[in-house]
């Protein structure tokens, strides 16, 4: 198979990728890309590589702690990632999240895809992303179950109330709801954050997966 294209999604934590755009990722490994999962925290991580790869991609993991990310170091240590990797495409946490972890990656995501100029997206965690607004959505109805399956995976990793009264709800819920709003079973929304290529801060519009 042609890998179309290389992309990147960059996460604090195990769990957020799932959440956030687990239907997404198998539906772009499915369509030819290549595709990286990062969780910089590599603790709570029992599962993860399981996860990642019943959704079709590759993890890797940085060796923070929850809560405890450094953030010259973690910029240092993306950079290597980008340089090795280098993703045409990036997908990263929203840019205002309640979540220390969650702002740091996302702020240092930013700062090397800005400057390495690719094209970047932002995924929403419903607990924590403040403000989120989407312009694109991406049908994951037939990707939903492999998006169950992967967190199931990973109920290892985390505490039983946790899992089931934190991490389950924001995966079976947000979905649906998405999808009512844009005319399918079930969705994944994303704010696009810009392209060099073209230069325009609003080029993508509730587009198809196959057009990114």
Request: aromatic share 12%.
């Amino acid at each position: 198979m042609i890998c179309l294209k290389k992309i990147l999604v960059t996460s604090a934590h195990s769990d957020d990728p799932v959440i956030g755009m687990g239907g997404t990722i198998r539906q772009l490994s499915l369509n030819g890309n290549q595709v990286c999962v990062l969780s910089a925290c590599g603790d709570r991580i029992s599962g993860f590589k399981d996860a990642v790869e019943t959704l079709g991609a590759q993890a890797v993991h940085f060796d923070y702690s929850y809560g405890k990310i450094d953030e010259a170091k973690l910029f240092e240590d993306l950079k290597e990632l980008f340089e090795q990797f280098n993703p045409h495409v990036v997908f990263t946490h929203w840019h205002t999240e309640i979540l220390y972890d969650h702002q740091v990656v996302s702020e240092q995501t930013i700062r090397l895809a800005r400057r390495s100029e690719k094209e970047i997206y932002l995924f929403e965690i419903p607990a924590s992303s403040i403000g989120f607004d989407f312009d694109v959505a991406i049908d994951i109805t037939a990707s939903y179950e492999y998006k169950k399956k992967a967190i199931e995976l990973m109920k290892d990793a985390f505490q039983e109330r946790v899992f089931t009264e934190e991490i389950m709800p924001s995966i079976i819920y947000p979905s649906g709801f998405r999808g009512i709003q844009v005319g399918c079973e079930f969705a994944e929304v994303f704010k696009h954050y810009g392209s060099r290529f073209p230069l325009a801060p609003f080029n993508k519009r509730l587009v198809h997966i196959t057009q990114i």
